[in-house]
């Protein structure tokens, strides 16, 4: 069972480039979400969804764009990456009845 | 604006030491109050969470504190252990509405021999 499994694991980019993290999930949970994770600022929520087709902004929002075409993945795209968005992005996916939270191991990007 | 307040940023601890970590809310809507630990190279994964109906609850070596009035929770490790060196994320969450969590900014625990 992979439960929740993300990729690229490791990315750099050049300033201006685009690019898309793949989430995947295999647990058939309903919710979605992309957090970023920096230094002394904990996980902030990027964008999330709620269902197949569904996406709404978070915490974090401007620079991304996400897409839930199918129930089990939910991609996170870069348009035009920036130095400000070299973080760590982890995947989460949550049943939708409860609060627990499931999480990916994380995908390193970074910006030059 | 950061809606939930961890301290300390991080902690040293000696093995069987019990290690205390705060945090601290400012939206009263939330019910759902997790921790999450979290190893290098890994993504946080749930250890224990309590609702505001109760004022403690624990899990083998780890108890959640939650004072409602004060808006404060806090994680106790007794016992600790060298193997429980890792990241530990509080966060608040409320119920429906996406069961979004909003996170603290995070305690690193080294617990030493």
């Known amino acids: 069972n992979a439960g929740v499994t993300q990729t690229p694991k490791f990315r750099v980019l050049k300033t201006g480039q685009s690019m898309t993290l793949l989430c995947a999930q295999d647990?058939?949970?309903?919710?979605m979400y992309w957090y970023r994770q920096d230094p002394g600022m904990g996980l902030r929520l990027i964008h999330y969804?709620?269902?197949?087709?569904?996406?709404a902004k978070g915490e974090v929002p401007d620079g991304y764009n996400v897409s839930r075409l199918k129930k089990q993945n939910f991609l996170l795209g870069l348009e035009s990456a920036a130095p400000s968005q070299t973080s760590v992005y982890f995947c989460a996916s949550n049943r939708g009845n409860t609060g627990e939270l499931f999480f990916g191991e994380g995908s390193r990007l970074t910006v030059l | 604006q950061q809606q939930v307040k961890q301290s300390p940023q991080s902690l040293i601890v000696q093995k069987g030491g019990i290690p205390i970590i705060n945090c601290a809310y400012e939206?009263?809507?939330?019910?759902?109050f997790p921790w999450y630990q979290q190893f290098p190279g890994k993504g946080p994964a749930l250890l224990i969470a309590i609702r505001p109906d109760v004022s403690e609850k624990k899990e083998g070596r780890f108890t959640i504190s939650f004072n409602k009035s004060a808006k404060q929770f806090s994680l106790h490790i007794m016992d600790s252990q060298p193997g429980d060196s890792a990241t530990y994320f509080c966060a608040a969450g409320r119920t429906g509405g996406g069961n979004k969590l909003t996170f603290g900014t995070g305690t690193q625990l080294k617990v030493e021999l």
């Open positions: 647990m058939n949970h309903e919710y």
């Open positions: 939206n009263t809507a939330f019910d759902y």
């Open positions: 969804s709620v269902g197949e087709g569904t996406t």
